[in-house]
């Protein structure tokens, strides 16, 4: 069952939340899947967030009136939530997306979470340095517990 923000997920009022980051890569949908699982297990509430922000413009401003971020952005999470788990999930998930950088949406959700789960995508140290890493500012600065899931692959040893 998906349930849409703003609405309340019947037997919720003390049960422990697991906020779920979700960008629509391999490692997120890996997450999403294990923070669901984790949920049925514990009979957690899930809730799935989607940062999203207006492109950077390049010198020049783009016409932005006929687009919605937001709606796109609502629209990939309910797809990644389907592929990830099906049209009719084991566990109600409640899914919002947020205009903002996503460290720091994340961030912000993880004060109200009694866990956090997000994928990495594994870049390694440089990469991350160069490009900043969503879960490790997320493991450094989350208020509750954070989960980083790393998506594997067929060739992965472990």
């Given at each position: 069952m998906k349930?849409?923000?703003?609405?309340?997920?019947?037997?919720?009022?003390?049960?422990?939340?697991?906020v779920v980051g979700v960008d629509g890569s391999e490692s997120s949908i890996d997450a999403l899947r294990w923070a669901a699982l984790q949920a049925k297990r514990?009979?957690?509430?899930l809730q799935a967030i989607s940062a999203w922000q207006y492109p950077g413009?390049?010198?020049w401003v783009p016409d932005f009136s006929e687009l919605d971020f937001e709606a796109e952005a609502q629209k990939g999470?309910?797809?990644t939530v389907a592929r990830a788990l099906g049209?009719?999930?084991d566990v109600p998930v409640t899914t919002r997306v947020i205009e903002g950088n996503?460290?720091?949406v994340l961030i912000d959700a993880s004060q109200g979470a009694d866990l956090l789960?997000?994928?990495s995508r594994g870049h390694g140290a440089f990469a991350g340095m160069l490009l900043g890493s969503v879960s490790q500012h997320c493991a450094q600065n989350a208020s509750?517990?954070?989960?980083?899931?790393?998506?594997?692959t067929g060739n992965d040893p472990h």
């Amino acid at each position: 069952m998906k349930i849409d923000e703003g609405d309340e997920m019947p037997g919720t009022d003390c049960a422990p939340l697991i906020v779920v980051g979700v960008d629509g890569s391999e490692s997120s949908i890996d997450a999403l899947r294990w923070a669901a699982l984790q949920a049925k297990r514990t009979d957690a509430r899930l809730q799935a967030i989607s940062a999203w922000q207006y492109p950077g413009g390049y010198g020049w401003v783009p016409d932005f009136s006929e687009l919605d971020f937001e709606a796109e952005a609502q629209k990939g999470l309910d797809d990644t939530v389907a592929r990830a788990l099906g049209a009719e999930p084991d566990v109600p998930v409640t899914t919002r997306v947020i205009e903002g950088n996503a460290a720091i949406v994340l961030i912000d959700a993880s004060q109200g979470a009694d866990l956090l789960v997000v994928g990495s995508r594994g870049h390694g140290a440089f990469a991350g340095m160069l490009l900043g890493s969503v879960s490790q500012h997320c493991a450094q600065n989350a208020s509750c517990p954070v989960l980083i899931v790393r998506h594997r692959t067929g060739n992965d040893p472990h």
